[in-house]
């Protein structure tokens, strides 16, 4: 369940901000467990999570899930530019411990 105070988490980008620095993840997360959060939104409001190819995006979900080790809720951002790829990158959040996933909302107007 998602409760109490979330940090929008930014991906640390590498030197050449090209990739994302799988090496950072664990430090930042143990930054937002000292700091006393509740949890934190990976891949969202910061903007780079939909940046980055969704096999990026799924490996980054997997190293803040694992940093978090349940000491923090992981939410997911999994909004896509498409339907299917949205349902596969929640469904992998789902699958990989994810406390809530988060996507972006469309309006389909007909005439």
């Known amino acids: 369940m998602i409760h109490g105070t979330l ?17 950072a993840v664990g430090p930042l997360v143990e930054f937002y467990v000292r700091a006393g959060l509740d ?14 190819d969704p096999a990026e995006r799924r490996v980054v979900a997997e190293r803040f899930l694992e940093a978090a080790g349940g000491r923090l809720a992981v939410a997911v951002h999994c909004g896509a530019q498409t339907t299917r790829e949205t349902v596969a990158l929640a469904a992998h959040a789902a699958e990989h411990g994810a406390a809530a996933v988060a996507v972006i909302g469309t309006i389909l107007v007909t005439q």
Do not use: R, Y
């Open 7 to 23: 940090a929008a988490a930014v991906p640390p980008l590498s030197g050449d901000l090209e990739d994302v620095d799988q090496s």
């Open 39 to 52: 949890g934190l939104l990976s891949l969202g409001t910061t903007g780079e999570g939909i940046l980055l």
